[in-house]
C-alpha cells in the first residue's frame, strides 16, 4: 500500500486498529448535532473563550501543485501530515484549552473514488488522534472531502469518515452553524440534498430567534467572497446569486461571522455587521501567508481573531491582545 512515508497498515486490520484507538473523535457529528456540545449544556453564556479554526491541511496538495498537476490525488504528503502534528502540538500547549478546534473542509486532497483516499484519511486521522481528549474536533466539509459535484453517495462517504455533513452546536450560548458549502456552489447531482440542508437551515435560524443565543457563528468551506459580496463569481467563492441570498439571511438572523477557508490564503471582509473571515491553510500556501491557524476569542459583545502561523503558535500561545480579552 502507498503511505506517503507516513503510515502503514495491514490491509484487513483497519477497522480493528481504528475500534482500539477510538475512531469515535472523528464522529461526534451525528444526528445534525455535535456529542458534548449540545442545548442542553451549552445554552447558557459563561463568560468569554476562544476556539481554533483551522483549513485545508489538504494531504496531497503540496506534492500535486509542485509538480502542476492537481488533478492527481498528490502522491507523498508527508509534509502536511508534518504539518497537522506541528498544529496539534501547538493547540495542544496552549492555557487555557480551547473550547474547540474546527477545520474548515479539504481534510485530504485525493477526490472520493482516487486512488490514495482512503490512505490519506487514515494518516489524517492518525496525525489528529494526538489532539487533547478535552478539545473536541469539529470537521467541516470541503469540495475535495465531497467532489466538485457532490453526490449522494460521495456524502455518505464523507459521513461515514468524519461525522455529518452539517449540524449546529452550541458553546457556551453561542450557536454554532456548520454548513455544506458544496451543496451551494453545486447540488446539480443530489438536488434533494440541497433542499434537505435549506430547509434545516432555515429551521436553525428560526428556532435561533427564539432561543436568543448570544451570538450566531457560521461554518463553511466555501467564501461567501474574498473581498467584497459584490465581486465576481470565482472558483473560490460562491456564485453571486447564492451568496446574496445567503447573506441577507445570516444578516437578517444576526449571524455575527462566517469563517471558511478554501483559498490558501488569508482574506475576507466585513459588511453589514457580517464579518466574512477566510483564513489561510495548514496544509499548502498558495500566497505569501505562512502555514497556520486562526484563533477566535468570543465575548459578551464581540468576536476578535488573529491568524497565527504555527511557528509563533508554538513559541509564543495565543498573543497578549487576545489573552486580555479572555480575562
Not at 156 to 177: H, I, K, N, P, T
Not at 180 to 203: I, K, V
Request: glycine share 8%; net charge negative; hydrophobic share 40%.
Amino acid at each position: 500500500m502507498r503511505t506517503g512515508g507516513v503510515i502503514a497498515t495491514e490491509p484487513g486490520n483497519e477497522a480493528a486498529s481504528m475500534a482500539a484507538t477510538g475512531d469515535a473523535a472523528f464522529l461526534r457529528a451525528t444526528g445534525r448535532t455535535f456529542v458534548g456540545l449540545g442545548a442542553d449544556v451549552e445554552r447558557e453564556w459563561r463568560g468569554s473563550f476562544y476556539f481554533v479554526q483551522a483549513a485545508d491541511p489538504q494531504l496531497g496538495l503540496m506534492k500535486a501543485w509542485r509538480d502542476g498537476d492537481c488533478n492527481t490525488p498528490g502522491y507523498e504528503w508527508a509534509e502536511e501530515v508534518a504539518l497537522t502534528r506541528k498544529a496539534v502540538r501547538a493547540v495542544n500547549r496552549l492555557a487555557p484549552r480551547p473550547r474547540f478546534m474546527v477545520l474548515c473542509g479539504d481534510l485530504v486532497h485525493a477526490l472520493p473514488d482516487m486512488e490514495c483516499r482512503e490512505e490519506q484519511e487514515r494518516d489524517l486521522k492518525e496525525a489528529l488522534r494526538a489532539t487533547s481528549p478535552d478539545v473536541p474536533l469539529v470537521f467541516v466539509s470541503g469540495n475535495h472531502d465531497l467532489g466538485n459535484t457532490p453526490t449522494a453517495e460521495t456524502v455518505a462517504q464523507y459521513c461515514r469518515s468524519w461525522g455529518d455533513d452539517y449540524f449546529s452546536f452550541w458553546v457556551g450560548g453561542v450557536l454554532c452553524l456548520v454548513l455544506n458549502s458544496q451543496l451551494y456552489y453545486d447540488h446539480s447531482a443530489c438536488p434533494e440534498l440541497g433542499r434537505a440542508q435549506e430547509a434545516w437551515l432555515e429551521e436553525r435560524l428560526q428556532e435561533a430567534e427564539r432561543l436568543r443565543p448570544r451570538h450566531i457563528l457560521v461554518f463553511q468551506h466555501i467564501p461567501l467572497y474574498l473581498r467584497r459580496p459584490d465581486e465576481d463569481d470565482d472558483y473560490f467563492n460562491l456564485q453571486k446569486g447564492v451568496r446574496e441570498r445567503l447573506r441577507e439571511r445570516f444578516c437578517r438572523a444576526g449571524v455575527k461571522a462566517v469563517f471558511s477557508g478554501h483559498y490558501h490564503r488569508n482574506a475576507g471582509g466585513c459588511h453589514d455587521g457580517l464579518d466574512m473571515v477566510v483564513s489561510s491553510a495548514i496544509g499548502c500556501q498558495l500566497g505569501e501567508d505562512m502555514h497556520g491557524v486562526r484563533i477566535v476569542v468570543v465575548t459578551a459583545d464581540r468576536v476578535v481573531h488573529r491568524y497565527h502561523s504555527l511557528d509563533r503558535l508554538a513559541e509564543s500561545g495565543v498573543e497578549a491582545e487576545l489573552k486580555q480579552l479572555l480575562s
